[in-house]
């Protein structure tokens, strides 16, 4: 696992419409949280290239959600388009299903833009289904964690950084890919959050325990009900379950 303060790991998703709303999240999660991930709904509707800048301009380091998926050609432009938004993004998402020779050519270009390139994830199965669904609607055979950790042993082996899984499948992921490759996990919900459309999950603590790097978290704290204090009450709830843990 990599070595950060507890509520470092804390990776806030940005789901929102618009920068006013992106931006006052950030500023008042900065400091509470480890960083911003940035993701389809934001980026159609205000741009890439202005996003990663308004979030970065106000301190908060950007994980660059768009899970590139296409021919090798295709992503590995892509990498080197977002390699070129500078430092300021650290991690960048590819789905696994796009194929070997897809990975390995986005590692290939991630690799070319030199030492402070951001990190490359590679998405394995969404934790939005569950192994019903991945049997009966996506025709995969064999479990869940399998297909997990078939896809993550792909991604190390084509030079990717790390995986996103559900927290359920870390240890049969550690196990098969040893302790530097990057975990991290969407599908957190402290007790007090409702699951929503995520089937599968954990809260903070127990994902930490199961030795997730990063914990990606939206809806819990980004709308967060009064009842919790709102969002920033929302992180430091979580933040003080992750030390308490520690
Ligand atoms: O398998 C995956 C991959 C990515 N995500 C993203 O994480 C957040 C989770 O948000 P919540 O509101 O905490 O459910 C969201 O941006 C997804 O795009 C995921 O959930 N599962």
């Not at 806030?12 to 911003?36: C, H, K, P, T």
């Not at 030492?115 to 991945?134: K, Y």
């Not at 927290?167 to 996990?185: K, N, Y």
Request: with cysteine.
């Amino acid at each position: 696992m990599v070595a950060v303060a507890p509520h470092e790991r804390i990776l806030v998703a940005l789901d929102v419409a618009d920068l006013a709303s992106a931006l006052a999240l950030v500023e008042q999660l900065r400091g509470q949280v480890g960083g911003f991930k940035v993701g389809m709904e934001l980026c159609t509707a205000m741009g890439v290239p202005q996003v990663v800048q308004a979030v970065a301009a106000q301190g908060g380091a950007v994980f660059l959600d768009l899970k590139f998926c296409d021919i090798p050609n295709t992503v590995a432009g892509a990498v080197r388009s977002a390699c070129a938004l500078g430092p300021a993004v650290r991690m960048l998402t590819l789905h696994c299903h796009g194929g070997a020779a897809m990975l390995r050519a986005a590692a290939e270009a991630a690799r070319a833009a030199g030492p402070q390139r951001p990190l490359l994830l590679g998405v394995t199965v969404m934790t939005s289904l569950d192994a019903a669904a991945l049997h009966a609607e996506l025709g995969v055979a064999g479990s869940l964690a399998e297909h997990v950790v078939h896809l993550a042993q792909m991604a190390q082996a084509c030079g990717l950084d790390g995986v996103v899984a559900s927290p359920h499948e870390i240890a049969a992921i550690r196990e098969a890919c040893g302790p530097d490759l990057l975990i991290v996990t969407p599908g957190v919900r402290p007790v007090w959050a409702s699951s929503g459309d995520q089937r599968r999950v954990m809260t903070p603590a127990e994902a930490v325990a199961a030795g997730s790097d990063y914990l990606v978290i939206g809806r819990p704290i980004t709308a967060a009900p009064a009842e919790v204090g709102g969002p920033h009450e929302a992180a430091l709830r979580i933040a003080a379950e992750l030390q308490a843990r520690n």
